[in-house]
């Protein structure tokens, strides 16, 4: 494809050390679609003519279709799936196959295939995000009322609803929808006709590629557009995100399904066995989907770093771009499938949850804030008292709500019989009620607040 200067072909390792073809051939689509757009906009401006133009459009569905039924094949002399779709082109047309790079250069090329294949990959997340709020929203609405201890350093701090636990995933993923939307934003502006670096001299029309390929307006500067990988660098940081978020929600499901905790009995579909103790029940997903957060992030990393210091414009550097982005993508759409399905099919066991958030004296705030409501005492001092008051229980093995009130009012005069009301775990988080809080009905109206909602 370049070779009229050159006597001798490359080496061995040159041809590798230089070929894309085993990874970009992922994107063939993508580079017929914009190869498609271009020729069809060169036919129109009258660039190649109206008959070489259709003769290069039905070129292109035929490699297509043999793209589509042999799969495409890792020619390394070929390089690049640019170069592989031309040669097959050329294969079955002709000579004419050599006018579709009339106003064109790779780099605007892969920069165009790139952006429309992370385009894709970003609305594939997109619905793989609302496939895990869908789940959360489920099982949050089922224990919008289920009473669980609530953490703080991982000791028991208050009560708080399961329902709401689950929600706050919800948030999170709220978010990460958000970032995904707002990337897919930035990204959709069209780099074909940028050329190699500084446009062209034919009468091209870059609206009219921009709008066939979906895009909504062509970028602005030829030299950015082809050295620009912001639109790649945004995904990996918003699937970063994203994985940190779900790495979250495994760990806690990892500690939830170990026998200390037995808040959660994951399904057999998403579990595995021991091959040396039959009793294990491993929650391996789980782990995996903390540990590929690992990996995703390490993408992210390597495509900054590939990038910085990078002179305008093209530089082959940035051919490495594609395998991270490939690689978080893959291992995020697993991430968000598998937590989907843990989510779906775990059974919660309440009883469990309630029993220690009874056991941990989670409602010792309660009993603060009654003495600051009901006996005008000073937060402070209430605290004081309510810690003693925590001694006496613990001293006598018996839960906060439990303490006769004798012991109570020996503790401070002025506690009386109506502080049961706000002692037990279930009044604890009705009372939550304030914006944003852990009350069953706080939680019902979110879920539904969530269901009207569109990302
Ligand atoms: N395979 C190359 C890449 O992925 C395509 C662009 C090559 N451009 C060039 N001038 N060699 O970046």
Not at 168 to 178: G, Q
Not at 217 to 235: C, G, K, M, Q
Not at 358 to 384: C, I, N, Q, S
Request: charge should be negative.
């Amino acid at each position: 494809m370049w070779g009229g200067r050159f006597a001798e072909g490359p080496a061995a390792v040159m041809r590798e050390i230089n070929a894309s073809i085993p990874f970009d051939k992922r994107m063939w689509r993508q580079d017929v679609r914009g190869s498609q757009a271009h020729v069809a906009m060169l036919g129109t401006q009258g660039i190649v003519s109206g008959e070489d133009a259709a003769t290069i459009a039905r070129g292109l569905d035929e490699v297509a279709a043999d793209f589509e039924r042999d799969g495409v094949p890792d020619d390394l002399a070929l390089e690049d799936i640019h170069m592989l779709t031309e040669a097959r082109l050329a294969e079955r047309i002709g000579p004419v196959a050599g006018r579709l790079h009339t106003a064109r250069s790779r780099n605007d090329q892969v920069a165009t295939d790139f952006r429309l294949w992370v385009r894709d990959a970003t609305d594939e997340v997109l619905a793989a995000i609302a496939a895990l709020q869908a789940a959360l929203l489920a099982r949050a609405e089922e224990h919008a009322a289920s009473v669980m201890p609530g953490f703080t350093h991982l000791q028991s701090a208050q009560p708080v609803t399961l329902g709401h636990h689950l929600m706050a995933y919800h948030e999170m993923l709220r978010r990460d929808a958000s970032r995904f939307g707002d990337a897919r934003r930035r990204l959709n502006e069209c780099p074909l006709g940028s050329a190699a670096l500084a446009g062209t001299g034919f009468p091209i029309d870059r609206d009219a590629t921009a709008r066939a390929l979906g895009f909504d307006r062509p970028t602005r500067n030829s030299l950015d557009a082809v050295s620009d990988r912001d639109f790649a660098l945004d995904y990996l940081q918003a699937a970063t995100q994203c994985a940190l978020h779900l790495s979250r929600l495994a760990e806690e499901f990892i500690l939830w399904a170990s026998q200390p905790f037995g808040f959660v009995a994951l399904s057999d579909a998403w579990s595995t066995g021991s091959s040396i103790m039959p009793q294990k029940r491993n929650p391996d997903a789980a782990e995996l989907v903390r540990g590929h957060a690992g990996r995703i992030v390490g993408a992210t990393v390597s495509l900054m770093v590939t990038m910085k210091g990078l002179p305008l414009a093209y530089s082959k550097d940035m051919q490495d771009d594609k395998p991270p982005v490939f690689e978080a993508h893959d291992l995020l759409g697993l991430c968000l499938a598998a937590m989907t399905g843990m989510v779906e099919t775990a059974t919660f066991r309440t009883d469990r949850m309630r029993a220690v958030a009874e056991a941990g004296y989670a409602t010792a705030t309660d009993l603060a804030d009654w003495l600051v409501r009901e006996a005008g005492v000073p937060f402070r001092e209430a605290h004081h008292i309510t810690g003693r008051a925590v001694k006496r229980a613990e001293d006598t093995g018996v839960k906060l709500d439990a303490l006769p009130l004798a012991a109570l009012t020996a503790i401070d005069s002025r506690i009386d019989a109506r502080v049961f009301d706000v002692l037990s775990v279930d009044a604890s988080v009705a009372s939550r009620t304030s914006h944003g809080g852990t009350a069953p009905a706080n939680v019902r109206a979110a879920v539904a607040a969530a269901r009207g909602e569109t990302t």
